[in-house]
T-cell receptor, first 114, second 116 residues
Framework: DGGITQSPKYLFRKEGQNVTLSCEQN?????MYWYRQDPGQGLRLIYY???????QKGDIAEGYSVSREKKESFPLTVTSAQKNPTAFYLC?????????????FGPGTRLTVL | AQKVTQAQTEISVVEKEDVTLDCVYE???????LFWYKQPPSGELVFLIR??????QNEISGRYSWNFQKSTSSFNFTITASQVVDSAVYFC?????????????FGQGTRLTINP
């Protein structure tokens, strides 16, 4: 089945630790995205990538980093510089960066900082 | 700046009632797209519909219908004869161009609870 996988589903981290969230897609999509969702809020864009080896900051990139070494993979690292990292993280992909492209979402990773 | 407002934070109705979810947007672009997504308890967002700024025809898909009115900058979503399986958080989103890439601006979401 084609789709997006995110792992792990739940992640616990101690303060001061970096942690990497995995996102893989087998849809052959060029564009990939990372969003953060906080309770009662909409999704906010962290980073996005239109093509391999290229990515741009979204609205809330501070404290996060990404890489796009392969078309199907777009891992997100939450660094210790992120002040309030506890949230639900969603990865998405789309066939391209056109306005009309719908984005397909993964099941999400819930990160809790202890 | 682009903005999407879903003023209804939570809605609770009894099964079989009709329910409308409101979405109001702001944009300076003449060409844009609007989307609705459903987020069930599992967490994954599911695409429901896309509408472009030049097409104001209403859309109906089974029990779902959408009313797009540019004059009021609204893109409302109605569920007819609601069912318990419709319980979810629903997001309205606006697509904007950003350095040659697509960027989705999401509303805050409306949590819909259908009670049996």
């Amino acid at each position: 089945d084609g789709g997006i996988t995110q792992s792990p589903k739940y992640l616990f981290r101690k303060e001061g630790q970096n942690v990497t969230l995995s996102c893989e897609q087998n849809l052959n999509h060029d564009a990939m995205y990372w969003y953060r969702q906080d309770p009662g809020q909409g999704l906010r864009l962290i980073y996005y990538s239109q093509i391999v080896n290229d990515f741009q900051k979204g609205d809330i990139a501070e404290g996060y980093s990404v890489s796009r070494e392969k078309k199907e993979s777009f891992p997100l690292t939450v660094t210790s510089a992120q002040k309030n990292p506890t949230a639900f993280y969603l990865c998405a992909s789309s066939i391209g960066g056109n306005l009309y492209n719908e984005q397909f979402f993964g099941p999400g990773t819930r990160l809790t900082v202890l | 700046a682009q903005k999407v407002t879903q003023a209804q934070t939570e809605i609770s109705v009894v099964e079989k009632e009709d329910v409308t979810l409101d979405c109001v947007y702001e944009t300076r672009d003449t060409t844009y797209y609007l989307f609705w997504y459903k987020q069930p308890p599992s967490g994954e967002l599911v695409f429901l519909i896309r509408r472009n700024s030049f097409d104001e025809q209403n859309e109906i898909s089974g029990r779902y219908s959408w009313n797009f009115q540019k004059s009021t900058s609204s893109f409302n979503f109605t569920i007819t004869a609601s069912q318990v399986v419709d319980s979810a958080v629903y997001f309205c989103a606006l697509s904007e161009a950003n350095q040659g890439a697509q960027k989705l601006v999401f509303g805050q979401g409306t949590r819909l609870t259908i009670n049996p």
